[in-house]
């Protein structure tokens, strides 16, 4: 069945990069996403990735795909206080499903 | 104004008791679904309907109950609220998939969520 995979945890300091990981299991999937939710709210798309693409930047943030491994990672440059959110990744599955991971959460320290 | 509302925001209710979640959108999409987040475990689906008259039963579904009044509104029912339904609940929309790309296969879009406590 499909599963996405995240560490639970990160912790960085203002100024530093962050990089979030996932894996999926879904080789079928079209797009990868990225979903960020700050504290009391809903999730919002942060980026997303095309499955036949490496990778893709947009302004601070990377995107890496390596689909032999199933492998997907996010990218924060220059991580900033507001950047402390939980980071959810998420593949598609048939019929316009997500299924998500179980997010990351990430705390950044000034 | 907010694209998808839900209500209420916040809500406590006791064991045994029936409760109704409701969800709006006014982004005219046809898909919408139901999550409920536990710390932990990321989103879990519980019920999604393709159209009005599509509804189809997610990871979760038992416990749950779903109408789906409108295009507009998508409403999700405990029957019989248990202390283990206590959680994070979200509504979501998307559009169907369109060959220009302009709209990306699966992007959801959610609502703020609706806080319950079942004591």
């Known amino acids: 069945g499909e599963d996405v995979e995240q560490s639970l945890f990160l912790s960085v300091r203002e100024g530093d990069s962050s990089v979030i990981n996932c894996t999926y299991t879904d080789s079928s999937s079209t797009y990868l996403y990225w979903y960020k939710q700050e504290p009391g709210a809903g999730l919002q798309l942060l980026t997303y990735?095309?499955?036949?693409?490496d990778m893709k930047q947009d302004q601070r943030l990377t995107v890496l795909l390596n689909k032999k491994d199933k492998h997907l990672s996010l990218r924060i440059a220059d991580t900033q206080t507001g950047d402390s959110a939980i980071y959810f990744c998420a593949e598609t599955v048939y019929g316009n499903k997500l299924v998500f991971g179980a997010g990351t959460i990430l705390r950044v320290k000034s | 104004d907010a694209d998808v509302t839900q209500t209420p925001r916040n809500r406590i209710t006791k064991t045994g008791k029936r409760i109704m979640l409701e969800c709006s959108q006014t982004?005219?999409?046809?898909?919408m679904y139901w999550y409920r987040q536990d710390p932990g475990l990321g989103l879990q689906l519980i019920y999604y309907?393709?159209?009005?008259?599509?509804?189809n039963k997610g990871e979760i579904s038992d416990g749950y109950s779903v109408s789906r009044q409108a295009q507009a509104k998508f409403s999700l029912s405990l029957e019989s609220a248990i202390p283990n339904q206590t959680a994070l609940y979200f509504c979501?929309?998307?559009?169907?998939?369109?060959?220009?790309?302009?709209?990306?296969?699966?992007?959801?879009?959610f609502g703020p969520g609706t806080r319950l406590t079942v004591l």
């Open positions: 990735i095309f499955s036949n693409m």
């Open positions: 309907s393709f159209d009005v008259k599509d509804i």
């Open positions: 979501a929309t998307s559009d169907l998939p369109r060959k220009t790309g302009t709209v990306r296969e699966g992007e959801q879009f």
């Open positions: 982004k005219g999409h046809d898909r």
